[in-house]
């Protein structure tokens, strides 16, 4: 039995299975997945540790399939939008946006006790989202009770103020790059609280929602360092697509980018999103 050390610093048996899954929902062939996932089995030693793992399986990708390793990616280029939250709130904004909420960011509203700054307000129909950002830059991170209390708490002094819409159905989002820890979905669920992270809700995480959507972050693309992200989100390019709804001059213009780079980065957002 060999062993691997998750990103917890967890002891866990090796799951060939885990391998062959996790190149395979990246985009990868059956016959692809298999091939990775053998090729892994022979070089692992007992204590290797899952991001290292990770890092083989997306080399072997770039050279096969090079779109599903973009796609494999995505997690990490989550985690890369740091090393403070403002980008990721800026990327769930647009996420929300792009399904048809009205969304403003980093509003500041009186509740009946004091003020408060919210990461976003997402409105579609008679509902309002009052939504808090969760997010980590090192992986493992968990989101827990205490984040969930304060959350909880904040939401009821915002409604009890009673300063915002009345004619709106109020609702309470807690957003995370992460997970959960099991008390604080049970204590959400039990309180009305809604959320989203990585894997949660089963089969409706973000993950699958960045997935189906195609709403890709810009730093999952390999040429996007932390600079040129940046650059991007300054300019309110945070998803791929945004690159390409841009014509190349005005997109240079606008980002001040040399033409290569932006050329290279424009070809694997096409490759990405298989255009």
């Known amino acids: 039995m060999i062993y691997v050390v998750n990103l917890r610093g967890e002891r866990e048996p090796f799951s060939l299975r885990k391998v062959y899954k996790s190149a395979q929902n990246a985009g990868a062939s059956k ?4 091939e990775i996932a053998k090729i892994i089995e022979k070089e692992i030693y007992d204590g ?5 793992i990770f890092d083989r399986i997306y080399e072997l990708l770039l050279t096969k399939s090079p779109q599903s ?10 985690q890369r939008l740091g090393p403070t939250g403002f980008s990721f709130e800026k990327y769930i904004a647009e996420i929300f946006k792009s399904l048809g909420y009205k969304v403003k960011i980093n ?8 003020k408060y700054e919210i990461d976003f307000l997402a409105e579609k129909g008679n509902i309002l ?3 808090e950002c969760k997010y980590h830059n090192l992986p493992g991170g968990r989101v827990d009770l205490q984040i969930a209390l304060a959350n909880f708490a904040r939401f ?13 159905n109020y609702k309470s989002i807690l957003v995370t790059n992460t997970k959960f820890t099991l008390e604080t979905i049970k204590y959400s669920n039990c309180v009305g609280v809604e959320l989203l992270g990585w894997k949660y ?4 995480g973000l993950e699958k929602i960045i997935e189906e959507n195609k709403f890709y972050p810009i730093t999952i693309l390999p040429s996007v360092d932390i600079n040129f992200a940046n650059i991007f989100i300054s300019n309110g390019i945070v998803l791929v697509r945004n690159i390409l709804k841009i014509e190349p001059e005005k997109l240079q213009k606008r980002v001040n980018i040399s033409k290569s780079k932006l050329f290279k980065i424009k070809k694997e957002a096409e490759i990405l999103l298989n255009n």
């Open 31 to 34: 016959e692809l997945a298999f």
């Open 129 to 131: 989202y009052i939504g």
């Open 69 to 78: 390793a973009i796609r494999f990616n995505l997690k990490k280029a989550i």
């Open 156 to 168: 009821l002094d915002i409604k009890n103020g009673k300063t915002l819409n009345s004619n709106l």
């Open 48 to 52: 290797i540790s899952t991001s290292q």
């Open 201 to 204: 809700p089963q089969n409706r």
């Open 107 to 114: 509003q500041y509203i009186l509740g009946l006790c004091v």
